[in-house]
């Protein structure tokens, strides 16, 4: 249940504009705010503490359009998206941000911009490292609870989930890397990370121990070891979620990374491997990759763990 806020025609001055001069002198500039949130306990107490306070967000949009000075209405937008988010318990926000008179021919009325965004969304957007897309994409299919991160390095999937309240075991075979993590982790003040050092590749028969039913998520990003597959199975609860993606062979042979072809998977073989599990997410081809500039041929599966033995096919 919820409902929402709305502020229709907020209206201030602010230096907005690419020139200089433009931004020398104060225009009129135009907010509407339509704020998703929680209205019951309002409803039903009477009491301003329980809503969102209107005249505050009011006062909050005029302070920050007022004095910060920008070249863009796009970056005016966004601080006013993260002073809200930050604020005020809002879900989703939908703004329209306008220049009332610009100083542009035959405009004879405002140009603008309209901006909706989640709380979600928001984060995602803010996190740094960011997440892989693939993760933000599919952070839904994610049970909350505990979270197995495998090969994490310096884990920024791990610090991404933890700060939503997933409970992370991080595994890497690079005390460095897991060092840098508890690290970050301590200084944004995540207490929900544990780590541990493991061969995830010792030598046979050894197997590596992460443990029996033991995780509600398990994420394995641009790491393959193929004997590791019944160990990632064994550790998922019935129900439990595998979130992977690596390469696939096209971007060895596309863009020769990486060098060993081992290290890539075969067409379908992502699917072969994890064929005792219900399969929610499968995709093969060129995918965004590491930054904005890049691409990469991977294979992208989420797949849960039957709550009963599927029969043998």
Known sequence: MGGHVVIERLEFRGRCGVTPEERARPQPLAVDLELDCRLEAAGLSDDLGHTIDYAKVAQLVVDIGTVQESQLLE?????????????????????????????????????????????????ILRAEPPPAQFLAQQLHRLPKGQVLDVASGSGRHALFLASLGYQIDAVDRDEQALARLLTHAQTRHLTDISSRVLDLEPPPPQEPDLGHEAYDAILVFFYLHRPLFPSLIEALKPGGVLLYETFTIDNHIQRQHPKRREFCLAQSELLRLTSGLRILHYDEGLHEGTSESESVYTAQLVAQKPFTPEPSR
């Open 75 to 123: 970056t005016l937008a966004e601080r006013l998206l993260a002073a809200l988010f930050d604020e005020f318990p809002i879900r989703r926000i939908k703004l329209w941000l306008r220049k009332l008179h610009p100083p542009i021919p035959y405009v004879t009325r405002s140009v603008g911009i309209n901006i909706e965004r989640t709380r979600l969304a928001q984060h």
